[in-house]
Each structure stands twice: as structure tokens, then as C-alpha cells.
């Protein structure tokens, strides 16, 4: 689309997919390179040949499932996420297809004529992956799926200039699953090493008897006991003011770097765990993940069902559960946790300093 630069690009696929009323496959394609649109009654698809999977994985597409030769991906039909995948498209397009918008054209794809390529696979057992906990694509297998890996071709260099008209921000949020970018809220923060608590054991009954204050002839007698006048009893808090103590509790351990108190005042409150469908007897309890800055995988787990929302998005699936249930029966060794992500009470545990926890004695406490 010579002349009409990054911009006018961007607004012309925007405009065609909004008012397309059938299904239709659009492709935008450069000299040698193309991506593809697919306008279905309730979805919009983006599916593009796997030129380079290391960076096809840092944008957030999707890897293909076994038998496919293109990364994808799929959005609900709605205001929100077409805007987003038309700028997700573009910008794809300006790093995997070419840097020159003038070279680009964006058309109606006859599949038969114009039909998605099959890339030479090489398959990678990768021994981490889990089939039932996992967001890879491949996970709803009933066994440990291999990852394709393709050897990529070339890719254009990108043009510093684009950065202002293709500024990408967070996709919205999609259900079942949630998408999540990688950000600044993920990064690692350093570990706490907590100190053992002690474990007190008498070796016998003497040495407890003889623990205790003897009273001898030449002792003052003590003095008459008091009479205790007890306490009324305070009000039943409601679940709000509960989860406001709570949290008020947790936002004072991490200024205090305080994880033992951390631990034991989140132990006995029920979390919500997000999860990327709902669960079934065909494909158990799949939880929703994400990936830090290094690629290492967490957990996100959130304080109430509202705060879930606010992080990905209303109609996540999840499931509420005590974290000291979900803590001794974590789904995966390698996976880290971060608690209630963008807070101020926020606390991200790598894979590593979780499992010290797991066999760590915590005094329990009670929030306020």
C-alpha cells in the first residue's frame, strides 16, 4: 500500500475487517513473506509461517499444535480485541515481513491459491513440559506433547522510526485463557531466605517438670487472684473488612521484607486461582500461567475473585482454594507464584525459594 505509510496500512485492514459479513481470509503480504487474516461470525484469526519462532514467542503469537505449520492467533469478534489484533497483525508484520510499508499489500486470499505453507519440523522433547498444567497449545494431550521447533528463516531489520505509529500495548484479555505480556510486574525480586523456626521438645516428663517455677517455704506467698471481667466480644467482620485486614497485613510484611509473617497470614485465606477453561472430567483442573522476563514460568494466584478480574479480565475461569492447600499440593516444581500481581502488596516467588517454603513450618496468624 505505497503512500499510505504505517498509519493509513493499520486503518485500511481495520476498516475491512470491521465491516466484512461473511467469513473471509485476507492476507497481508510483502515480497516473499505473508501473514494471514481470517474474518469467521464470531472470531478474527492472525495465522503467519513460523519465519522465527524465538521472536513469533516474544510478540505472544501461538505455537502450532502437531500436524500445523503456523503459528496463530485467535481473538473474540468484538470492538475491543479486533482493534487490538489489527495492531497486533501490523506490528508483526514490520518485524517479520519488512520494515517498508510501500511494499506491502493487504487482499482477499483464496485458500486453494494462496494456501498456508508447511514448514520442515524438527521435534525437541522437552522433559519440563506437563500435559495437563501447561499453556502451551499442545497441552489438552492426554501425554507430554514434543515441541516444534522450526530453524527460521532471515528476518527484515526493523525500523527504529515505527515505534511511535505501531506502539503495541497489552492485547485485552481473552477467555478462556488469559493473555498476559510480559512486564515489568513480573520480574523477580530477590529471594528471602527464611530463617528455620525451632522446634521445642521435651525429652521426658522430668525435665518438663522441671521446667517449671517451684514454690519453696521461704517464697512470698502470692498474692490473691484476680477476677477477670472478660472482653465483649467483637463484632462479626464482614468478608470485606476481612480481605482489607488481610491485605493490610501483607502490604506490612513486604515493606518490612517480613516473608515468614507473609506466609503465615496468607496461609489460612482462600485464594482464587485462574485457570485456562473450566474443569472437566476430560481435562482435569488446568491452571493459567505466566512467563517472566527470563522465560521462567509463575503462577499468578489473587486475594479475592475482584482482584483476579482487575489483573485479566472478567469471564477468567478459576477456582478458590485455601493457599495452604494449593501450597503442599503445588501443581509443578518449576513454577514460581506471584500473589496478587500490580498490588502494592504483591510478592513474586521464583520456582526455587517456593520449595524452601513448602518445607518450612509457619506459625499461623490471623489478619488485623
Given at each position: ?327 503442599d499440593d503445588w501443581p509443578e516444581p518449576d513454577w514460581g507464584m506471584i500473589v ?29
Amino acid at each position: 500500500m505505497e503512500g499510505a505509510g504505517w498509519a493509513g496500512l493499520l486503518t485500511a485492514i481495520h476498516d475491512t475487517l470491521f465491516a466484512c459479513d461473511r467469513e473471509t481470509r485476507f492476507a497481508l503480504a510483502g515480497t516473499d513473506r505473508r501473514l494471514w487474516l481470517t474474518v469467521r461470525a464470531d472470531t478474527v484469526t492472525a495465522e503467519i509461517p513460523a519465519y522465527d519462532p524465538a521472536m513469533l514467542t516474544e510478540l505472544g503469537w501461538r505455537a502450532p499444535r502437531v500436524g500445523q505449520g503456523v503459528w496463530s492467533y485467535e481473538a473474540p469478534r468484538t470492538v475491543e480485541h479486533v482493534d487490538w489484533l489489527c495492531r497486533f497483525a501490523v506490528y508483526s508484520a514490520s518485524l517479520m515481513i519488512t520494515s517498508d510499508p510501500g511494499t506491502l499489500t493487504f487482499h482477499e486470499s483464496d485458500p486453494a491459491a494462496d494456501p498456508t505453507p508447511a514448514p520442515v519440523l524438527t521435534v525437541v522433547p522437552d522433559p519440563g513440559s506437563s500435559p495437563v498444567l501447561t499453556r502451551d497449545p499442545a497441552a489438552s494431550a492426554p501425554a507430554p506433547t514434543p515441541v516444534l521447533a522450526v530453524a527460521p528463516d532471515p528476518a527484515p531489520t526493523p525500523d527504529p522510526a515505527l515505534a511511535p505509529d505501531l506502539a503495541l500495548a497489552p492485547g485485552p484479555a481473552l477467555a478462556p485463557e488469559p493473555v498476559v505480556a510480559p512486564e515489568p510486574a513480573l520480574s523477580i525480586v530477590p529471594e528471602w531466605q527464611p530463617e528455620p523456626e525451632p522446634e521445642w521438645a521435651w525429652e521426658s516428663e522430668a525435665e518438663a517438670t522441671a521446667a517449671l517455677p517451684v514454690m519453696r517455704a521461704a517464697d512470698p506467698v502470692p498474692p490473691a487472684p484476680l477476677t477477670v471481667v472478660p472482653e465483649p466480644e467483637a463484632a462479626p467482620r464482614t468478608p470485606e473488612e476481612a480481605l482489607a485486614a488481610l491485605r493490610a497485613v501483607l502490604t506490612g510484611a513486604v515493606a518490612e521484607r517480613d516473608l515468614t509473617g507473609y506466609v503465615a497470614a496468607l496461609r489460612g485465606a482462600a485464594v482464587s486461582m485462574p485457570l485456562l477453561d473450566d474443569p472437566s472430567p476430560e481435562t482435569g483442573v488446568r491452571p493459567a500461567v505466566v512467563r517472566g522476563a527470563d522465560n521462567a514460568i509463575f503462577l499468578p494466584i489473587f486475594t479475592s475473585p475482584d482482584g483476579l478480574a482487575d489483573f485479566a479480565g472478567t469471564g477468567v475461569p478459576f477456582l478458590t482454594l485455601a493457599f495452604g492447600d494449593l501450597l503442599d499440593d503445588w501443581p509443578e516444581p518449576d513454577w514460581g507464584m506471584i500473589v496478587d500481581p500490580r498490588t502494592e502488596w504483591t510478592l513474586t516467588l521464583t520456582a526455587d525459594t517456593l520449595a524452601g517454603l513448602r518445607v518450612t513450618t509457619f506459625p499461623t496468624a490471623a489478619a488485623g
